[in-house]
């Protein structure tokens, strides 16, 4: 098991994802601007909601990861999620995601929370590596990585087909001995 961390930066809070964030994350996740690149459809029921908030304390239970709310820390607004997925203590890695609300983008949310979400992951577990993937549409994820230190590694051509659509992935790593900013 993984305990799901509060973790607190100069301008958010990132805590358990509990219960009653589910109608904020169907409203994110079924936003289709901005689930523009990701590599599934936006959800059409708010049962899918309920569903990953129950997905959230299992990844945790089975010792997986852990999915973060990210509040405002000045008045508690919900702003959207990250996470640190497929925990592999042999391998001693795992992956990051994250997906925030399209009115706090270009607002540097993404990079504050998932370098909070790094510094707990690298410090707690014995990591090595973390590594995600981006659609190379997506130039504004891609620059939230690499001002975390990442390093795009290569590209996975064809890899997503979502609704019909065909899309590239460039894979972005980054090694403990190599990581920026805390």
Do not use: H
């Amino acid at each position: 098991m993984i305990p799901t961390p509060t973790l607190t930066t100069d301008r958010l809070v990132l805590r358990p994802v509990e219960d009653g964030d589910a109608d904020a994350l169907f409203a994110l996740m079924s936003d289709a601007r901005v689930l523009r690149y990701w590599d599934a459809p936006p959800w059409a029921e708010r049962e899918r909601a309920d569903r990953f908030v129950a997905g959230c304390r299992q990844l945790a239970e089975e010792g997986g990861g852990a999915r973060l709310a990210v509040e405002r820390r000045a008045d508690g607004t919900f702003v959207g999620w990250c996470g640190l997925i497929d925990w592999d203590p042999g391998f001693r890695s795992a992956g990051i995601t994250f997906c925030l609300r399209e009115d706090v983008w270009g607002q540097g949310f993404a990079t504050e929370s998932s370098r909070a979400l790094l510094t707990w992951a690298y410090g707690t577990l014995d990591l090595n590596r973390v590594q995600t993937e981006v659609d190379t549409r997506n130039p504004a994820s891609a620059r939230v990585l690499e001002k975390l230190g990442f390093v795009r590694e290569g590209t996975l051509r064809e890899d997503c087909v979502v609704d019909g659509v065909v899309s590239d992935s460039w894979v972005y790593g980054l090694l403990r001995r190599d990581r920026r900013g805390g």
